[in-house]
């Protein structure tokens, strides 16, 4: 049974650098794409991006220049950076393979002053 | 950004069959477009119902189907449950690359 975990902050100010890590325990960590998607608040889905074990990454065109997306697969995690991050990035963040339809819990993270 | 849409609401009679749709502002959706849907109930993560236009998960109930319809991407689902009420959401993706777009949603009441 695989199970992705999701840590990383839940609240920060604007400017600040969005950091939140994937932990994927339980299986194959390559040959799939790892994708990380947000939903703000009563809206819908936004995906960001995604990597695999290669470290070949894609990005949302929206958010490229902003977003990093990175692979760790000794620790078999991937982790999403956003810098410059305002209050419309406020969002429950999901890792997920969509492929296989895992999914993290969800973080909620908030941009607040 | 292409546009992906689909329907802001529907309803659907329990025992019914309804069509969710998704389309692109680029004209008709193709199988180069990879569609995944999705199903997502109130707090809780979404899950994979579909991935590559018509191929299940095994958790996919039988009652629903993938396809492409008049130029779009169409879920149906056929004998509607109480437990099927929720927000589905189409995925798409362009330019032959994995750039993907998804749709607005369609929250989807059983009444």
């Known amino acids: 049974q695989v199970q992705l975990q999701q840590r990383g902050a839940g609240l920060l100010k604007p400017s600040e650098t969005l950091s939140l890590t994937c932990a994927v325990d339980?299986?194959?960590?390559?040959?799939?794409?790892w994708s990380w998607i947000r939903q703000p608040p009563g809206k819908g889905l936004e995906w960001i991006g995604e990597?695999?074990?290669?470290?070949?990454?894609n990005y949302n065109p929206s958010l490229k220049g902003r977003v990093t997306i990175s692979v760790d697969t000794s620790r078999t995690q991937f982790s999403l950076n956003l810098n410059s991050v305002t209050a419309a990035d406020t969002a429950v963040y999901y890792c997920?393979?969509?492929?296989?339809?895992?999914w993290g819990q969800g973080t909620l993270v908030t941009v607040s002053s | 950004q292409a546009v992906v849409t689909q329907e802001p609401s529907l309803t659907v009679s329990p025992g019914g069959t309804v069509t969710l749709t998704c389309g692109t502002s680029?004209?008709?959706?193709?199988?180069?477009?990879?569609v995944y849907w999705f199903q997502q109930k109130p707090g809780q993560a979404p899950r994979t119902l579909f991935y590559?236009?018509?191929n299940k998960h095994s958790w996919t109930p039988a009652r629903f189907s993938g396809s492409l319809l008049g130029g779009k991407a169409a879920l149906t689902l056929s004998g509607a449950q109480p437990e099927d009420e929720a927000d589905y959401y189409c995925?798409?993706?362009?330019?032959?690359?994995?750039?993907?777009?998804f749709g607005g949603g369609t929250k989807l009441t059983v009444l």
């Open positions: 339980g299986g194959s960590f390559s040959g799939y794409y």
């Open positions: 995925l798409l993706s362009y330019t032959g690359a994995r750039n993907w777009v």
């Open positions: 680029t004209g008709a959706v193709t199988p180069g477009h990879y």
């Open positions: 997920a393979s969509v492929d296989e339809d895992y």
């Open positions: 590559d236009t018509r």
């Open positions: 990597i695999n074990h290669s470290g070949d990454t």
